[in-house]
């Protein structure tokens, strides 16, 4: 086992306790176990694929153990309400099914063309309206849907809906096409040019045009060529187009027919306006005002990586727990512009947060520059990553690379007894290794089991392969697994624990490739 000290520790890092035996006349429920002298061992070699010994196992018991009948031990200070993702789901499908019913009040059964193209427009444009309506609203960074579906999965379900929507917005503006036409008795030039001589349409075509624009450089290929100020800006046309839609459908038949339906509509409109004002301006606003977060410090960790000390005022207010992310946004030049999401790389402690960057980037590398006394405006906290997802007693923390950063948080704070927690780390090389002395610190004084997994990815031993996970892990499959890494790397980790025997329900991710 490596000489690991805590003396010259982490400032945010809380040294820990000395592990010895207690004295005998204390009570029999306060004691530990005298600590069994460590094993000295060499760090795994550079390039060395093959799975290194745990740097730590089994030292004193923590002071508090998960029991078989309590397998989740929430924190103290979690956000007072989660909603599940098959909550939302239903609310979306309940909302659609009421827009269905209304289309479906108002509609005249009749065989004529021009009425069975007139009807197919107005359920779409129904449909894609309040699509917007629900895009919007899972990007407004609403706290409980945040907690309980997580950052990444509200992304990934933002940008599916996306196409839906255009879908829908597509169908819409050609069934409206081909009924005007055929009602007009006209060629769809023609028709095309009646119906953008009415406001209310020009106004929906000029919405649309910018929601195409939105797809369009939404798209992977496209995206990786903008810079991300450039992707925000059109981004923020979506709200424009929101407006603009809105005029076009109180305009129509649908919506328009009657006061107690134009009252309703309006006001689902007003409410999602007010949450996208409310959590993405006024909250960060008042947590600048409230909690005035400043760069403390920036300490290397290693080649290209950084640790920054943010500190403030009742910063345990913010309710930041393991696992979660904020988006920071630094008011110095070259940052100021971009929110970047950053885990926690440790417990919030005597009002001061912490974050651990890798420089990947033009932005990340300028974090490396920042200096004492920066302003930092930091919303959030952000993701679903945290002990709430846990369903078992026993738990497996799998990172690569700079994805240890919540994992670490997580590592030394998840409650759970000897051999409950065990941490794999999935690195190049050792240098290549971040947290190291921290996370050696931690497994020895929770007795977790802690490995590093050392090699270049394209080495013909793979650690993360079904058999090597097995071999380190005997009882994988009874694990709640916890996993963040580069994209590819969760990939692949994610279908090795499936063949591995683990559920997915119980692989617990968060991609930022999406956050």
Same mark, same amino acid.
């Given at each position: 086992?490596?000489?690991?000290?805590?003396?010259?520790?982490?400032?945010?890092?809380?040294?820990?306790?000395?592990l010895?035996? +207690?004295? #005998?006349?204390? $009570?029999? @429920?306060?004691? /530990?176990?005298?600590? %069994?002298?460590?094993?000295? &061992?060499? *760090?795994? !070699?550079?390039?060395?694929?093959?799975?290194?010994? +745990?740097? #730590?196992?089994? $030292?004193? @018991?923590?002071? /508090?153990?998960?029991? %078989?009948?309590?397998?989740? &031990?929430? *924190?103290? !200070?979690?956000?007072?309400?989660?909603?599940?993702?098959?909550?939302?789901?239903?609310?979306?499908?309940?909302?659609?099914?009421?827009?269905?019913?209304?289309?479906?009040?108002?509609?005249?059964?009749?065989?004529?063309?021009?009425?069975?193209?007139?009807?197919?427009?107005?359920?779409?444009?129904?449909?894609?309206?309040?699509?917007?309506?629900?895009?919007?609203?899972?990007?407004?960074?609403?706290?409980?849907?945040?907690?309980?579906?997580?950052a990444?999965?509200?992304?990934?379900?933002?940008?599916?809906?996306?196409?839906?929507?255009?879908?829908l917005?597509?169908?819409?503006?050609?069934?409206?096409?081909c009924?005007?036409?055929?009602?007009?008795?006209?060629?769809?030039?023609?028709?095309?040019?009646?119906?953008?001589?009415?406001?209310?349409?020009?106004?929906?075509?000029?919405?649309?045009?910018?929601?195409?624009?939105?797809?369009?450089?939404?798209?992977?290929?496209?995206?990786?060529?903008?810079?991300?100020?450039?992707?925000?800006?059109?981004?923020?046309?979506?709200?424009?187009?929101?407006?603009?839609?809105f005029?076009?459908?109180l305009?129509?038949?649908?919506?328009?027919?009657?006061?107690?339906?134009?009252?309703?509509?309006?006001?689902?409109?007003?409410?999602?306006?007010?949450?996208?004002?409310?959590?993405?301006?006024?909250?960060?606003?008042?947590?600048?005002?409230?909690?005035?977060?400043?760069?403390?410090?920036?300490?290397?960790?290693?080649?290209?990586?950084?640790?920054?000390?943010?500190r403030?005022?009742?910063?345990?207010?913010?309710?930041?727990?393991?696992?979660?992310?904020?988006?920071?946004?630094?008011?110095?030049?070259g940052?100021?512009?971009?929110?970047?999401?950053?885990?926690?790389?440790?417990?919030?402690?005597?009002?001061?947060?912490?974050?651990?960057?890798?420089?990947?980037?033009?932005?990340?590398r300028?974090?490396?520059?920042?200096?004492?006394?920066?302003?930092?405006?930091?919303?959030?906290p952000f993701?679903?990553?945290?002990?709430?997802?846990?369903?078992?007693?026993?738990?497996?923390l799998?990172?690569?690379?700079?994805?240890?950063?919540?994992?670490?948080?997580?590592?030394?704070?998840?409650?759970?007894?000897?051999?409950?927690?065990?941490?794999?780390?999935?690195?190049?090389?050792?240098?290549?290794?971040?947290?190291?002395?921290?996370?050696?610190?931690?497994?020895?004084?929770?007795?977790?089991?802690?490995?590093?997994?050392?090699?270049?990815?394209d080495?013909?031993?793979?650690?993360?392969?079904?058999?090597?996970l097995?071999?380190?892990?005997?009882?994988?499959?009874?694990?709640?697994?916890?996993?963040?890494?580069?994209?590819?790397?969760?990939?692949?980790?994610?279908?090795?624990?499936?063949?591995?025997?683990?559920?997915?329900?119980?692989?617990?991710?968060?991609?930022?490739?999406?956050?």
């Amino acid at each position: 086992m490596p000489d690991v000290t805590t003396e010259a520790s982490h400032p945010l890092y809380v040294p820990l306790a000395p592990l010895t035996a +207690p004295r #005998a006349e204390e $009570p029999r @429920r306060r004691r /530990r176990p005298p600590v %069994p002298p460590a094993r000295p &061992a060499e *760090p795994p !070699a550079a390039g060395s694929v093959r799975p290194a010994e +745990p740097v #730590a196992t089994r $030292p004193a @018991r923590p002071a /508090r153990s998960v029991r %078989p009948t309590d397998p989740v &031990a929430a *924190p103290s !200070a979690a956000p007072a309400l989660r909603l599940a993702p098959g909550r939302l789901r239903a609310g979306v499908a309940a909302g659609a099914g009421a827009v269905g019913l209304l289309w479906g009040l108002q509609a005249r059964p009749s065989a004529r063309l021009d009425v069975l193209f007139a009807s197919g427009a107005h359920l779409t444009g129904l449909l894609a309206g309040y699509g917007v309506l629900v895009l919007l609203l899972l990007m407004a960074r609403i706290p409980a849907v945040e907690h309980g579906v997580g950052a990444d999965r509200l992304a990934r379900r933002h940008a599916l809906g996306g196409r839906y929507v255009l879908g829908l917005i597509a169908a819409h503006a050609v069934l409206a096409l081909c009924g005007h036409a055929v009602h007009t008795h006209a060629d769809l030039v023609t028709a095309a040019g009646d119906l953008l001589s009415y406001g209310a349409i020009a106004a929906a075509t000029a919405g649309t045009a910018l929601l195409v624009a939105v797809g369009i450089t939404s798209a992977r290929s496209v995206r990786r060529r903008l810079r991300h100020e450039t992707w925000r800006a059109v981004h923020l046309g979506a709200l424009l187009a929101a407006a603009l839609g809105f005029v076009h459908q109180l305009a129509g038949p649908d919506i328009a027919g009657g006061l107690l339906t134009r009252w309703l509509w309006s006001l689902a409109h007003a409410v999602v306006a007010v949450l996208l004002v409310w959590y993405r301006i006024v909250v960060p606003a008042r947590a600048a005002l409230r909690h005035d977060l400043r760069v403390a410090e920036v300490r290397d960790e290693g080649p290209g990586v950084v640790s920054v000390l943010i500190r403030g005022r009742g910063v345990d207010r913010l309710r930041a727990e393991p696992g979660q992310f904020f988006r920071w946004r630094f008011l110095r030049r070259g940052l100021w512009a971009t929110a970047l999401p950053f885990s926690l790389s440790a417990p919030v402690r005597d009002d001061t947060l912490r974050i651990t960057v890798k420089a990947l980037g033009d932005h990340t590398r300028r974090v490396r520059r920042l200096r004492p006394g920066t302003r930092v405006l930091a919303t959030g906290p952000f993701g679903a990553l945290t002990a709430h997802r846990r369903t078992r007693r026993k738990v497996l923390l799998l990172a690569g690379g700079v994805g240890i950063t919540p994992l670490r948080a997580l590592f030394e704070t998840l409650p759970g007894g000897p051999g409950d927690v065990t941490l794999l780390y999935r690195a190049s090389d050792s240098s290549s290794v971040v947290l190291r002395e921290e996370l050696e610190a931690i497994a020895r004084e929770r007795r977790a089991d802690l490995h590093f997994l050392l090699g270049p990815s394209d080495d013909s031993f793979d650690p993360l392969a079904p058999r090597a996970l097995r071999n380190l892990v005997p009882d994988l499959a009874a694990h709640d697994v916890y996993l963040c890494g580069p994209p590819a790397m969760a990939r692949a980790a994610t279908a090795s624990l499936r063949r591995a025997g683990v559920p997915a329900s119980r692989i617990h991710s968060e991609d930022f490739d999406h956050a």
